[in-house]
């Protein structure tokens, strides 16, 4: 058998009221907060400050897909505490997530971080401890030490990606989801069942990934289901966050793959919420991954089922959760969505995927 490892050093708390723990985590330290200002935050910001001291500073100007100008206000905000925080902590979905890693990174000095984005200079020091509590489940950003930042007036995605950006700890408190809109639940869930796919169809994928993605898979699949029909279904809301777990434990090890590279541009040109832009094609590149390595296929059989008849039935499942399934819904023509595909079997993310180009289907499976 080949060797592996496995490492991902963040403390997981899971559970309906796990954030009201948050205070102890944090203990005398001088604290960033990192979330955003809409009213759904309002209570969870509450009962987070109502058992410790009060922040030191709130940045909570963050806008969705955090942009390097976004970022240069909020340091700019936050120069006057910078030098004196001691723990960030995240609460929110992945810009915020992605927003506190860019902060903690840089001790909330922008010029070092988007220097060090463009190669030009290494980061001295450690980056500050992040406490991440998420409030969708999907990104798994609260498990993963990289954080996506674009560019848009160059149209660039950057990525940050360092050991010390692993959260120190993180709080996975279903009921902070349960108000979410289905747009939201959708978009975020269908974001984990991309990550799940994406780290069993993956060249650094190991007994330990897969094992938590086949798991993951299966439980963001039913989970969507019943909020589909049902979004005040509290149990489904655990298992939606459960699987996003799981996906995000898969995924922290293996990177993620095809889709994602595909989905990248898609967002930056056409504003498609990323967890759509990452789940629209799955059946596609799914098909392009069977048959290929015998571990990918076992595990894929054990979400799917038969193999023969797998891309379909995701297909079909995208589909009755109102995912459109050609890339023309999204604005995208012929010969841009040929560059696209190009461009991600190319692309780092495009490497990570044990699947063959020739196998991906040239019309979408509808
Ligand atoms: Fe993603």
Redesign the pocket.
């Given at each position: 058998m080949s060797q592996w490892r496995y490492h991902n050093p963040v403390a997981v708390h899971f559970g309906t009221g796990v954030i009201d723990q948050v205070a102890e985590q944090i203990g005398p330290r001088k604290w960033l907060l990192v979330t955003q200002a809409q009213a759904p935050f309002a209570p969870m910001r509450e009962r987070l400050t109502a058992r410790t001291h009060a922040p030191l500073a709130i940045a909570d100007a963050i806008a969705p897909n955090p942009s390097l100008a976004m970022l240069q206000g909020l340091c700019n905000q936050l120069r006057p505490e910078a030098n004196d925080i001691e723990v960030i902590v995240a609460l929110g979905g992945?810009s915020v997530m992605d927003t506190a890693k860019f902060l903690a990174a840089g001790h909330c000095d922008y010029m070092s971080v988007a220097c060090y984005l463009d190669g030009l200079v290494k980061l001295s020091g450690k980056s500050l401890p992040i406490i991440a509590i998420p409030t969708t489940a999907?990104?798994?950003s609260e498990l993963t030490k990289w954080a996506t930042i674009w560019d848009p007036d160059q149209g660039r995605k950057l990525s940050l990606n360092r050991d010390d950006l692993y959260a120190e700890a993180a709080f996975i408190d279903p009921d902070l989801t349960a108000s979410l809109p289905w747009a939201l639940t959708l978009a975020s869930g269908l974001?984990?069942l991309?990550?799940a796919l994406?780290s069993i169809w993956n060249r650094n994928a190991t007994p330990v990934t897969r094992g938590f993605a086949v798991t993951a898979a299966g439980d963001v699949l039913k989970a969507l289901a019943r909020l589909h029909v049902n979004l005040e279904d509290r149990d489904a809301r655990c298992l939606l966050a459960r699987g996003a777990m799981g996906a995000g434990l898969a995924?922290s090890n293996t990177q993620?793959a095809l889709a994602?590279n595909i989905?990248y541009p898609i967002t930056l040109k056409h504003g498609v919420a990323?967890?759509i832009a990452?789940s629209f094609c799955l059946p596609e590149v799914m098909t392009a991954a069977i048959g290929v390595d015998v571990e990918c296929d076992v595990a894929l059989r054990a979400v799917f089922g038969d193999l023969d008849s797998a891309a379909q039935a995701l297909r079909r499942v995208l589909s009755d959760l109102g995912v459109a399934g050609t890339p023309q819904a999204y604005g995208i023509g012929e010969e841009e969505w040929r560059r696209i595909l190009a461009d991600a079997f190319d692309g780092p993310r495009g490497r990570n995927f044990n699947g063959v180009p020739a196998k991906f289907p040239s019309e979408p499976i509808l």
């Open positions: 992945g999907g990104t798994g974001d984990a991309s990550h994406e995924f993620t994602h989905s990323h967890g990452a």
